[in-house]
C-alpha cells in the first residue's frame, strides 16, 4: 500500500525502485522478520488479526491486508462526503442580525419588559420615528398604551392615543391584521381630516398598524409610524412585519395569561393571609415563598428569628426535612395530605401537627409543598380545628378571639375556659360578647351551631 510498509506487504503497489530479491535475503539474515522463510505461528496463521504478535515478532496476514486496504478506501470516501459543520459560536450572529432583540421578546413575562423588547426590536428594524402598543380596547378606544419615539426628544406626551383614524375602515374591514394609513385613506375621504385633528407629531406622515384580534374583539394595536423620508419599505422590512406578527400575537397571549395567573394568585394570597389558618408554600429547599398571618404569627412562638431570617424556625424546618427524606419517592398525591407531629425543643408537651400537600412540578427544581401548621395537645388551640366552612366567619375575630370562640363552641363553660387560657372571668365574658357583636349571634347554642 501506497501509506503503508513496502517490506511487510510485497504484493501491493511497491515503488518502482523496490528490489525484492534483497528483501528476501535481508528476510533470510535477520531473525527479527518474519517472511516466507519463517513459518508463522498457527494462531496467526487461523486468526484473521491484522497484527499478530510472537515473541516479539510482527507479522501482516493477508485477510488483514485486504481489511486495512478497505479501511483506508473507506475512510477517503467518507472524507470526500459533504460534512455538516456548526459553529456555535457564529451560526446565530451570521443568520439574523436581530437574534438579541428577538430573543428578548420571547423571554419577556410582563408587559413593560415585552414593550421594552419590542420597541428596541423596531428601531432597529425599521425606519421608524415613533412606535404604540395600544391595548384593553374599548370601543375604539384605547385603555392603556406603551409608547417609544426613536430620538428621545420628546416625551411622547403628543402621541396618538386613540384609534379614531382608523375606526370606520376597521368596522369595514373586521378582523384585518395589518393595514396602513394610505390604506385606510384610499376608502376614506375624511382620514386626513381625523389625523390632521389629531396634530400628528411632525416627522411623519405614514404609520403601519399590526391590529391583533380576540375572535371579534379588538385587543390590541400596534402602531409604527415611519420617518417622512422613507416613502416605501424594503422588501426586507416588509419580510420583518410579516415575521413580526406571529411573534408579537403569540408574547402578547403569553403576557396575558401570566398577569391573569398572578392577578389570581395574589387575590388567593390575600384571602388565605387573612384567614385564621397557618399556611406555608415552601419550595424544594424548604425556603417559604408565601406565609400567612396566622402562620407568622405560630412560627414567632416557635422561634423569635425565624421572620428575620425569611426561614422556617429551625425547630420546624430540621425536622421536616428529615421527613420529606425518609418519605422520598412517597410524596402526597394531589388532594391529599400527609401528617406528622414535631414536638417542641424547649416547651415539653407542646407540640406541632404539619400536613403536607405536594404540587407536582415539572421537575425536582420546581416543586412546591403547602405546609398547614396545626398546633396540637393545647386546648386553647380549639378554634383551629374548626370546620373548614368555618373559617371565613372567624375572619372578622382577633386571634385571641378564635380561640375563645372555638372552646365556646366545643362547649366548655365561662370558667373553665378562663382557667385554660389563664385569664380572668371578666376578661373572657368581655371576649364572648365581643364575638356575638361580630357574629351577629345571640348565645352560645347559635355560635356553637354557626361554627360546628
Known amino acids: 500500500m501506497s501509506h503503508g510498509c513496502p517490506h511487510l506487504c510485497p504484493n501491493r503497489s511497491e515503488p518502482k525502485s523496490f528490489d525484492h530479491t534483497a528483501h528476501r535475503r535481508r528476510i533470510g539474515k535477520n ?153 385606510i385613506a384610499s376608502q376614506d375621504a375624511h382620514a386626513p381630516e381625523r389625523l390632521k385633528a389629531q396634530d400628528p407629531t411632525p416627522g411623519w406622515r405614514e404609520f403601519i398598524h399590526l391590529a391583533f384580534w380576540e375572535g371579534t374583539r379588538l385587543e390590541a394595536v400596534l402602531s409604527i409610524r415611519i420617518l417622512t423620508a422613507h416613502a416605501e419599505l424594503s422588501d426586507a422590512e416588509l419580510a420583518f412585519l410579516a415575521d413580526l406578527y406571529p411573534l408579537l400575537d403569540a408574547s402578547l397571549q403569553r403576557v396575558r395569561m401570566l398577569e391573569s395567573d398572578r392577578l389570581r394568585h395574589k387575590a388567593v394570597e390575600d384571602l388565605l393571609y387573612e384567614l385564621p389558618l397557618a399556611a406555608v408554600l415552601v419550595d424544594q429547599t424548604l425556603a417559604p415563598s408565601y406565609m400567612s398571618r396566622e402562620a407568622k404569627r405560630l412560627c414567632r412562638r416557635w422561634s423569635a428569628d425565624a421572620e428575620r431570617s425569611g ?49 407536582p412540578g415539572n421537575s425536582f427544581r420546581h416543586a412546591q409543598h403547602l405546609l398547614i401548621l396545626v398546633p396540637d395537645g393545647e386546648a386553647q388551640h380549639a378554634a383551629d380545628a374548626l370546620p373548614a366552612r368555618a373559617l371565613p366567619l372567624l375572619q372578622c375575630l382577633s386571634p385571641s378571639e378564635r380561640k375563645v370562640a372555638g372552646l365556646v363552641a366545643s362547649g366548655l363553660r365561662n370558667d373553665a375556659i378562663a382557667e385554660r387560657l389563664c385569664r380572668s372571668r371578666k376578661t373572657i365574658e368581655s371576649q364572648i360578647s365581643s364575638i356575638f357583636r361580630k357574629l351577629n349571634v345571640a348565645n352560645r347554642t347559635q355560635l356553637a351551631r354557626l361554627l360546628n
Not at 63 to 78: E, K, Q
Not at 128 to 134: A, D, G, I, Q
Not at 317 to 334: F, I, K, T, V
Open 31 to 183: 531473525p527479527d522478520i518474519g517472511g516466507p522463510r519463517q513459518q508463522r505461528p498457527a494462531a496467526c496463521r487461523s486468526s484473521p488479526m491484522l497484527l499478530a504478535s510472537t515473541r516479539g515478532r510482527c507479522y501482516i496476514t493477508a485477510n488483514a491486508g485486504r481489511r486495512l486496504h478497505a479501511v483506508h478506501r473507506d475512510v477517503r470516501r467518507f472524507r470526500e462526503m459533504p460534512m455538516l459543520m456548526l459553529d456555535a459560536t457564529c451560526a446565530s450572529a451570521a443568520a439574523d442580525g436581530l437574534a438579541v432583540e428577538r430573543a428578548a421578546v420571547v423571554k419577556a413575562l410582563d408587559m413593560a419588559s415585552l414593550w421594552q423588547a419590542c420597541a428596541a426590536l423596531i428601531n432597529k428594524a425599521l425606519p421608524c420615528h415613533s412606535c404604540s402598543l395600544l391595548f384593553d380596547i374599548d370601543g375604539y378606544q384605547p385603555l392603556q398604551g406603551r409608547h417609544h419615539l426613536a430620538d428621545g426628544g420628546d416625551d411622547g406626551s403628543r402621541l396618538v392615543t386613540s384609534l379614531e383614524v382608523a375606526a370606520p375602515y376597521l368596522d369595514a374591514n373586521p378582523r384585518i391584521r395589518w393595514y396602513t394609513f394610505s390604506q
Open 311 to 359: 426561614r422556617l424556625p429551625h425547630a420546624i424546618e430540621a425536622p421536616l426535612r428529615r421527613w420529606m427524606s425518609d418519605a422520598a419517592g412517597a410524596a402526597p398525591s394531589p388532594g391529599n395530605r400527609a401528617t406528622f407531629a414535631i414536638a417542641h425543643p424547649q416547651r415539653p408537651g407542646e407540640t406541632l401537627r404539619v400536613e403536607v400537600s405536594s404540587a
